[in-house]
């Protein structure tokens, strides 16, 4: 079973973030897409973020220039980038190159009607310099949809580095984690945890982390 490995996306609110440190939250995700209903410029500064003292600060980019996320994550004091657009390789040899070597990178990949040989070639298109991969349901909203992807396609590849996974976790679907043969490093949720966009249900957040403690516990 999956190890006790965390990502709570789309923060906006400076009490619930501070409470998910608290609770020891391994990644924290903020939204730096101006499109998503949980755009986070639109309620903390570059200055607020960076001062939230967490070790897994992710700030999530959709093909966005890239002497922004540079700035971004140099104002913000972020720890990963996530890139959830149609990022090229060389784009993200060029970030990795002017990054802060300290900052890594997930890279998403969205997984819609693809068959498993067409998601292998698309893993193995990816840059050598990225730290993780996402794999996220396929959208055009880029994420955040509360839907889910038929996981089984993950057992027909094989995942070179270790990867998240995203798109519609819940507390209802947890125990699906199981027929996943190759476990992510950490799980993502987000909208199946919110009592509105960037509003998030810190009460179903606790259950799910004890969720998967116990799971774990119990191997």
């Given at each position: 079973?999956i190890?006790?490995?965390?990502?709570?996306?789309?923060?906006?609110?400076?009490?619930q973030?501070?409470?998910?440190?608290?609770?020891?939250?391994d990644?924290?995700?903020?939204?730096?897409?101006?499109?998503?209903?949980?755009?986070?410029?639109?309620?903390?500064?570059?200055?607020?973020i960076?001062e939230i003292?967490?070790?897994?600060?992710?700030g999530?980019?959709?093909n966005e220039?890239?002497?922004?996320?540079?700035?971004?994550?140099e104002?913000?004091?972020?720890?990963?980038?996530?890139?959830?657009?149609?990022?090229s390789?060389?784009?993200?040899?060029?970030?990795?190159?002017?990054?802060?070597?300290?900052?890594?990178?997930?890279?998403?990949?969205?997984?819609?009607?693809?068959?498993?040989?067409?998601?292998?070639?698309?893993?193995?298109?990816?840059?050598t310099?990225?730290?993780?991969?996402l794999?996220?349901?396929?959208?055009?909203?880029?994420?955040?949809?509360?839907?889910t992807?038929?996981?089984?396609?993950?057992n027909?590849?094989?995942?070179?580095?270790?990867?998240?996974?995203?798109?519609?976790?819940s507390?209802?679907?947890?125990?699906?984690l199981t027929?996943?043969n190759?476990?992510?490093?950490?799980?993502?949720?987000?909208?199946?945890?919110e009592?509105?966009?960037?509003n998030?249900?810190?009460?179903k957040?606790?259950?799910f982390?004890?969720l998967?403690?116990?799971?774990?516990s119990?191997?």
């Amino acid at each position: 079973m999956i190890k006790p490995t965390i990502k709570v996306c789309g923060l906006t609110k400076l009490n619930q973030i501070q409470e998910l440190v608290d609770l020891k939250i391994d990644f924290l995700g903020f939204i730096f897409y101006e499109k998503s209903p949980r755009y986070v410029l639109n309620h903390l500064s570059l200055e607020q973020i960076s001062e939230i003292n967490h070790p897994g600060k992710v700030g999530v980019f959709v093909n966005e220039d890239l002497e922004k996320i540079i700035k971004i994550s140099e104002q913000a004091n972020l720890n990963f980038i996530q890139l959830h657009g149609h990022e090229s390789e060389n784009f993200i040899s060029e970030l990795k190159q002017k990054l802060n070597p300290k900052i890594g990178i997930i890279k998403v990949i969205r997984i819609g009607n693809q068959t498993s040989e067409e998601l292998q070639k698309t893993i193995k298109q990816q840059s050598t310099t990225i730290n993780y991969l996402l794999f996220d349901t396929d959208s055009q909203a880029f994420g955040g949809t509360g839907k889910t992807f038929d996981w089984n396609i993950l057992n027909d590849i094989e995942i070179p580095i270790p990867y998240f996974l995203s798109g519609g976790i819940s507390l209802e679907n947890f125990n699906q984690l199981t027929t996943i043969n190759h476990q992510p490093t950490a799980v993502d949720i987000n909208s199946k945890f919110e009592i509105e966009a960037g509003n998030k249900d810190l009460e179903k957040v606790k259950e799910f982390l004890s969720l998967i403690k116990n799971e774990a516990s119990s191997i």
